[in-house]
């Protein structure tokens, strides 16, 4: 998972804030992943983003939660409004080539809301 | 939705042991991986599989895809203290645009 820098690793909110965590993904790559991974459990696909271009979103809740990888700069994962049930390990990964499944994970971000 | 039933879910083994762990589902992948996760860390790619029936070494691991598409196993051999952690297993559906299906995670714990 070297070279997909996340930030922060680990972020605490308030029920109600926004939670913004970022993901840088490798060099080259131009395709981002978000999962989110409860305790013991696998990870759960959220969304696939190319720049500028939201592909799938078929993961993320209908409301609160939004995602964005701007021409310049890291990809956003925004969550509005946090509630105890979004304290999770948020997980981006990146790809060269989707096509081939191969993705390559960042270090994460524990968001707890208190 | 797609589901990945992994088996077993822990492992407690003794150093220098191999060890087994497979995924099945009902539906066709066309891409299966394998990663171990560290506690606090992300996943780390260990195996990708493209073919059906491909059979791969990484070092001491043996990943195969099965035959029918719907399934892989992976094997670890001579376990040492090291491969503690948790595995998972991840396919991609055909046709899809590189999201992953994860396993539940086999949690290996090897006594030295």
């Known amino acids: 998972n070297a070279g997909v820098m996340q930030n922060p690793r680990h972020l605490v909110r308030r029920r109600g804030q926004e939670a913004r965590l970022r993901c840088s993904p490798m060099k080259g790559h131009s395709h981002v992943y978000w999962y989110r991974q409860l305790p013991e459990e696998g990870l759960k696909f959220m969304v696939y983003?190319?720049?500028?271009?939201?592909?799938?979103e078929s993961g993320m809740p209908k409301e609160r939660f939004s995602a964005e990888f701007p021409k310049e700069g890291p990809s956003i994962l925004r969550i509005q409004q946090v509630v105890r049930g979004d304290s999770a390990a948020y997980f981006c990964?990146?790809?060269?080539?989707?096509?081939?499944?191969?993705?390559?994970f960042g270090q994460g971000t524990r968001l707890t809301v208190v | 939705g797609q589901q990945l039933n992994q088996s077993p879910q822990s492992m407690f083994i003794q150093e220098g042991e191999d060890v087994s762990m497979n995924c099945t589902s009902s539906?066709?992948?066309?891409?299966w991986l394998w990663y171990k996760q560290d506690p606090g860390e992300g996943p780390v790619l260990l195996i990708a599989l493209y073919k059906a029936g491909e059979l791969t070494s990484n070092g001491r691991l043996t990943a195969q895809f099965g035959i029918t598409r719907k399934d892989s196993f992976l094997n670890i051999s001579a376990s040492i203290p090291s491969d503690v952690g948790i595995y998972f297993c991840?396919?991609?559906?055909?046709?899809?645009?590189?999201?992953?299906?994860f396993g539940q995670g086999t949690t290996l714990q090897v006594k030295p």
């Open positions: 539906s066709i992948f066309n891409t």
């Open positions: 990964a990146s790809s060269p080539v989707p096509g081939r499944g191969e993705a390559f």
């Open positions: 983003l190319q720049k500028e271009n939201i592909i799938d």
């Open positions: 991840a396919g991609q559906l055909s046709g899809n645009t590189g999201k992953l299906i």
